[in-house]
C-alpha cells in the first residue's frame, strides 16, 4: 500500500446530502476540520486504496468514521459500539454499505477469516490503554490487515500502549489525528509512505 501524504494533504473531504441529516450539527464541522486535526481525510485516501473489501469500525459513535470509510461504496464497513447514538437508522438504512451493531464488538471479533477485513480502525473510550490492548491483542494472534489506532498520544497510558507495540507501525499524526493517529500493518503487503 502506498501512503502519499500529498494526496492526503490535499484530499476533499465533503458531506454528502445524507451526512447533513446528521442531527447533532454541531458536531458536523469536525468531519471537514483541517489536516492533521481530524483523521477522516487519510481514513477516506485509505478505504480508496482498495475496492470490495471489508472495514471493520471499532468504535461507532456518531458515525464519522464509518461514513468516511463508506466512502467507496465498493466497501463494507462494519461498525460497532456499545451505544447506540442518534445517528445509528441513518448509518442503518442510508448506507447500503454501512452495517452498526450495538454490542462489545470483542463478540464479533476472531469470527472471520484472518484477511476478512482489509483495515481495522480501534477507536474505544475511555482511551485509557487497556481495551485498545486487549483488541490489539485479539488481533494480532491471526489478524492478517492493518490496524488504525486512534488518540496513541492523546495521554501516557495511550503513548505507552502505541510505544509497546514491536509489529511494522508507522505513526501517521501528522495526517491524521492531532490527538495521534497510527498505523500497523499485520498484512503481507508492503507499506511504503511517500
Ligand atoms: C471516540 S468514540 C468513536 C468515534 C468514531 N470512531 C469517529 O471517528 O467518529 C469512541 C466510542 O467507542 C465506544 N466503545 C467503547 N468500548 C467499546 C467496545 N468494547 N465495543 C464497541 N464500542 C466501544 C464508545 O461507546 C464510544 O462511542
Do not use: C
Not at 484530499?11 to 441529516?21: A, K, N, Q
Not at 477522516?40 to 468514521?65: A, H, K, V
Amino acid at each position: 500500500m502506498i501512503i502519499d501524504k500529498q494526496i492526503i494533504r490535499d484530499w476533499d473531504v465533503y458531506y454528502e446530502d445524507d451526512i447533513e441529516l446528521i442531527e447533532t450539527s454541531e458536531l458536523n464541522h469536525w468531519y471537514e476540520e483541517t489536516l492533521g486535526y481530524q483523521p477522516y481525510r487519510l481514513y477516506e485516501y485509505l478505504t480508496n486504496q482498495y475496492q470490495d473489501t471489508n472495514i471493520l469500525d471499532i468504535g461507532t459513535e456518531y458515525g464519522f468514521s464509518a461514513v468516511s470509510f463508506a466512502k467507496n461504496r465498493s466497501n463494507k464497513v462494519d461498525t460497532w459500539d456499545l451505544h447506540r447514538y442518534s445517528t445509528f437508522e441513518i448509518l442503518r438504512h442510508r448506507y447500503d454499505n454501512i452495517t452498526p451493531y450495538t454490542s462489545d464488538v470483542s463478540v464479533g471479533l476472531g469470527k472471520y477469516q484472518p484477511d476478512y477485513y482489509k483495515f481495522v480502525l480501534i477507536d474505544v473510550n475511555p482511551h485509557d490503554g487497556v481495551q485498545e490492548l486487549e483488541l490489539y491483542n485479539i488481533l494480532k494472534e491471526s489478524y492478517k490487515g492493518f490496524v488504525l489506532l486512534d488518540d496513541i498520544k492523546l495521554n501516557t497510558d495511550m503513548y505507552n500502549f502505541w510505544n509497546n507495540i514491536e509489529e511494522e507501525k508507522y505513526d501517521l499524526s501528522d495526517i491524521g489525528h492531532e490527538t495521534g493517529t497510527g498505523l500497523v500493518n499485520l498484512s503481507d503487503e508492503e507499506v511504503k509512505i511517500i
